[in-house]
């Protein structure tokens, strides 16, 4: 397997960033617009998980209604490589999350799951 140069590596996109994007009055917006057209301009292979995916469809919907979910149908989803989840990550990540014995998390099953 080669090396990955700046130009070709892969760049993972998670819930915080979409949602940023959607959210004009989110304090991260202006950075995360920045960079996306950046990277988008680079050409660089933007990553998620359908469960970054499903994640921020959830919450942008709650947040913002449905048109929010088609931006992230419609807009974001095209441009993304999704790595899907299967039986054996999820049950990974279902055993990192578990295995912590604490109810509130700094992260989510869905960030165990990246």
């Known amino acids: 397997m080669g090396t990955l140069t700046n130009e070709d590596a892969q760049v ?4 915080s960033a979409l949602l940023a994007l959607l959210d004009a009055s989110d304090s991260n917006h202006a950075k995360a617009a920045s960079v996306w057209e950046r990277l988008l301009s680079e ?3 933007l990553v998620a998980t359908n469960y970054v995916l499903l994640e ?3 919450l942008a919907q709650r947040r913002f209604g449905l048109p929010a979910v088609r931006v992230v149908q419609d807009h974001f989803r095209p441009v993304l490589h999704v790595e899907w989840i299967g039986e054996a990550c999820h049950e990974q990540a279902m055993a990192a999350v578990l295995s912590s014995r604490r109810r509130k998390l700094t992260w989510s099953t869905v960030r165990a799951s990246s």
């Open 12 to 15: 993972f996109v998670d819930t």
């Open 43 to 45: 050409d660089r292979v």
């Open 56 to 58: 921020t469809s959830a």
